[in-house]
Structures are given as C-alpha cells and as structure tokens.
Nanobody
Framework: QVQLVESGGGLVQAGGSLKLSCAAS????????RGWFRQAPGKEREFVAS????????YYANFVKGRFTISRDNAKNMVYLQMNNLSPEDTAVYYC???????????????WGQGTQVTVSS
C-alpha cells in the first residue's frame, strides 16, 4: 500500500504563490503516476495536474493556464505543485494522488492523501 502526506498549504493573497509538497511511502514502485486534485467548498473534486514516472509528460487542467507546475523527485519519493498568480477561486483542499500512470490518475487515482488547505484572499 502507498501512503501520501501533503504539506505546504496555507493562506496567501491574490496574485501570490505557494508550493505544495507530497511525500510518498510504502510500495511506491507499483504506482508510478503522481498528481493533484482539489475540492472547493460546495463543489466536486476536480483534477489539477499529473505527471509520468520519469517526469517527461505532464498533464494540466485547463484552468491552470500556465500558472501551475508539477514536478517530482523520485529519489526522495516526492511530488510538488508550484502555484503562481493565485486567485480566490483557487481556494480549495488540495489532495496528492497516486496511480499506475500519469494519465491514469487524471480520472481514477488509486491512492489519496489527507489533503491540505489552500486559501487565497482578495
């Protein structure tokens, strides 16, 4: 089994930046894909970004518009989400996810972290 723990959430002003981190442990060799989902108050969970095992392919939701960057460090079993030019509509709980491939986790992640709160004020 894979365990995922997010960190780096917090309160930022509109236009600011924040970097989320996710530490993975357990049998991570069988879940090569990594990614991020989010859920805003009163809304459904939605895909944010995902990345292939070697980092060569990244997938982004349309609302990112070049503002977010996903990356990973396999030697440390870490995945990151750099978020720039944040808006109040980005306020949500952000979840680290893992699955078989970067493409697969866009729709059906196998593992979920507990989530970290990101709040963007105006």
């Amino acid at each position: 089994q894979v365990q995922l723990v997010e960190s780096g959430g917090g309160l930022v002003q509109a236009g600011g930046s924040l970097k989320l981190s996710c530490a993975a442990s357990g049998r991570t060799f069988s879940t090569n894909g990594r990614g991020w989902f989010r859920q805003a108050p009163g809304k459904e969970r939605e895909f944010v970004a995902s990345i292939s095992f070697d980092g060569g392919t990244a997938y982004y939701a349309n609302f990112v518009k070049g503002r977010f960057t996903i990356s990973r460090d396999n030697a440390k079993n870490m995945v990151y989400l750099q978020m720039n030019n944040l808006s109040p509509e980005d306020t949500a709980v952000y979840y680290c996810v893992a699955g078989s491939t970067g493409a697969a986790v866009k729709s059906t992640p196998s593992y979920w972290g507990q989530g970290t709160q990101v709040t963007v004020s105006s």
